[in-house]
């Protein structure tokens, strides 16, 4: 066990986190977010750069804001979550939330695209004006086409916000979502190309086709190549046990060879009992430790279609890989001393994280936080109180409906407990890894934020993904 004044040791932590991959996250994010920027106002930038007569100020106000939009819209496609280059980085928690904010906030500019062409005197085209630069163009491709493209995008977001309270299976809303985007990206780059002023400049022609061509490569590689390469790497389901109310223990092991390569910590997309063809994959953490490299095991809590059918998998069943993904890694963070917070089956990456402090005897001090309904919903709880002995680990267990006679924490992982288990302790100094429900992860957050913890010492996801 760890005593306050072990853990109260100066800790540091290395914000830079010096990440096992090529580019510090110092460096790659910066750059990710100027490339993107670069993406957004190319277009804007060449359209400039080709000084054709004026107009309209609300034309060209209208041209500007739709071709920032339209390469905003495309650069969707990346951030669609899929692709470890971003989402190492920024993780898949931020990933989804720019990419919904992005297409938000890119849809509200696209629906005033049409209505500031009509604003002001009329500019149909002119006979003066052969050539058509100094008017719209209200033929019917481009009226069709960017019609389409402008109700489809309207469709998809709603869709998105709306997904929730529709109802229906996740699986035909992501395949519904797709092929609203392909949609968007296809008529939204003919309007651009018929209709574009600019665009009939050769360079900002080809700028629109590439970003149409980078759209769909995105798509063919998640859906045609990585299950080609997943049907050449395939697992079996090893065992599946029941572990807890309504939570089970799933480990997959693959037919040949090792298990792909990952950080404790991280998620895959895992497929069992589907062609790896199928949209039928869900996001689940690691729970085993990279050093168990024959298998990987997840801890898995009934909640819907996928999860309620997991006891009824067979060991044999063939499973699919998607990953490794996500950055809620300790792996490379030069942290003395982790504080690590679990609720529920939020406990499945933190397990992975101390399996792997133990298997690589790592004697820093932990301690966890671990939060739970009921007594009988703790997993591992042998495991965990021999981790204690092995690692400078303290555990704290939290149950919001104790039972009689319970010795633990009752109640939930809020600001009082907080103060309560850090009393005395530098919280500072301290590397933060929480993984639960949102409004715990949410709460623990802004404590440790207000408890003067640097943002970049506090990790986490929710195991939501929409
Ligand atoms: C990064 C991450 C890690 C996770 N790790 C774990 C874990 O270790 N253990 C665990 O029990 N749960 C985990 N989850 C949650 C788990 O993915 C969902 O509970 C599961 O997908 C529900 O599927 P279902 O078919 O049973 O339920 P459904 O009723 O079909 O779905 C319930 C909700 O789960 C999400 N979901 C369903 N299918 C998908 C999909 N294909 N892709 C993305 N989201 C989907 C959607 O938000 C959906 O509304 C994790 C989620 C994320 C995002």
Redo the contacts with the bound molecule.
């Keep these: 066990m760890v005593s306050g004044s072990t853990v109260q040791k100066r800790l540091t932590v290395d914000s830079d986190v010096a990440r096992k991959s090529l580019v510090p996250t110092r460096v790659a994010v910066p750059v990710l977010i100027a490339l993107y920027i670069a993406i957004l106002v190319l277009p804007v930038t060449a359209a400039w750069l080709q000084e054709l007569p004026p107009r309209k100020w609300q034309d060209d106000l209208s041209s500007g804001l739709a071709m920032c939009a339209f390469a905003g819209i495309m650069m969707e496609f990346l951030l669609s979550g899929r692709f470890r280059f971003v989402s190492s980085y920024i993780g ?1 928690d931020t990933t989804m939330r720019v990419h919904q904010l992005i297409a938000r906030t890119l849809t509200i500019t696209v629906l005033v695209h049409p209505f500031l062409y009509v604003t002001g005197t009329p500019n149909y085209p002119m006979p003066w004006d052969t050539t058509r630069q100094a008017s719209v163009d209200f033929g019917p491709t481009c009226v069709l086409t960017g019609l389409i493209a402008w109700l489809a995008l309207i469709i998809v977001v709603a869709m998105g916000i709306f997904r ?1 309270q529709r109802g229906g ?3 035909a809303w ?1 395949a519904s979502h797709g092929i609203g985007a392909v949609v968007v990206a296809v008529f939204g780059t003919v309007h651009a190309l018929e209709a574009g002023r600019y665009s009939a400049d050769a360079f900002l022609a080809w700028f629109w086709i590439a970003m149409l061509a980078m759209a769909m490569f995105t798509l063919a590689w998640v859906y045609l190549v990585k299950p080609i390469w997943q049907r050449q790497n395939p697992y079996t389901v090893r065992s599946v046990r029941r572990i807890a109310d309504r939570t089970w223990e799933l480990v997959v092991a693959p037919a040949r060879g090792d298990v792909i390569p990952f950080e404790a910590g991280q ?1 895959v ?1 895992l497929n069992v009992g589907h062609s790896p063809f199928s949209l039928n ?5 690691i ?1 085993s430790a990279p050093t168990e490299c024959g298998q990987l095991a ?4 009934e ?6 059918s997991i006891g009824k998998v067979e060991p044999g069943a063939e499973a699919f890989i998607d990953g490794p993904h ?1 950055n809620m890694t300790i792996a490379g963070r030069n942290a003395s001393g982790i504080a690590l917070y679990a609720g529920g ?1 939020g406990i ?2 933190i397990l992975s994280i101390l399996r792997d402090l133990r298997d690589g005897g790592d004697l820093r001090p932990v301690l966890l936080l671990y939060g739970n309904r009921a007594e009988e919903q703790i997993v591992y709880r042998d495991e965990l109180q021999e981790m204690t002995l092995l690692l400078d680990l303290e555990i704290e267990h939290f149950l919001s409906e104790p039972p009689e006679g319970w010795n633990g924490r009752s109640g939930m992982i809020d600001e009082a407990a907080l103060d309560e288990a850090f009393e005395g302790r530098d919280v500072a100094v301290l590397l933060h890894v929480i993984c639960g429900p949102l409004p715990m992860i949410e709460s623990i957050e802004a404590a440790l934020l207000a408890r003067g913890v640097p943002s970049r010492q506090i990790i986490s ?1 929710r ?4």
């Design positions: 898949i929730e299976s996740y699986e992501r998620f997309w994959e869900n996001p689940f953490s729970a997840f801890v898995i809590k909640v819907g279609d996928f999860t309620r996500g089956v499945a990456p996801e195991f939501y993904y929409d």
